[in-house]
């Protein structure tokens, strides 16, 4: 299977937005694609995702603030930040091919449930 390839991260100052881009493999299982992040030196934890009927997730940080979409017939799912935090400061990855049974709305925040995950993007947030 291959990596699904992240782009779109740099550096911006506080309030200010970047649109993230996940590429991923018609190969992938990509039902379900999610979007994560790990400031350095802290563990990594679920931002936002999507499944192909439609339906989004956010954690509790970014709602309201972020925006998932898909365009599966690209095969690109698209992570928007807007009003950007220093807290938002982190490496963003992308992970597909979801594997745990069960209610994906109870579980899709743990970083064990994605079998494949991009090398991310790094995203700054200046004062």
């Known amino acids: 299977q291959v990596q699904p390839v992240e782009s779109g991260g740099g550096s911006v100052q506080v309030g200010g937005s970047l649109r993230l881009s996940c590429a991923y493999s018609?190969?992938?299982?990509?039902?379900?694609v999610a979007w994560f992040r790990q400031p350095q030196g802290m563990k990594r934890e679920g931002v936002a995702a999507?499944?192909?009927?439609?339906?989004?997730l956010f954690a509790d940080s970014v709602k309201g603030r972020f925006a998932i979409s898909k365009d599966s017939a690209a095969n690109i799912v698209y992570l928007q930040m807007s009003n950007l935090r220093p807290e938002d400061t982190a490496m963003y990855y992308c992970?597909?091919?979801?594997?745990?049974?069960?209610?994906?709305?109870?579980?899709?925040?743990?970083?064990?449930?994605?079998?494949?995950w991009g090398q991310g993007t790094q995203v700054t947030v200046s004062p």
């Open positions: 999507i499944s192909d009927d439609g339906s989004t």
């Open positions: 018609k190969d992938n299982e990509a039902y379900y």
């Open positions: 992970a597909t091919d979801y594997r745990i049974n069960g209610v994906f709305s109870m579980a899709w925040q743990k970083a064990e449930a994605y079998a494949i």
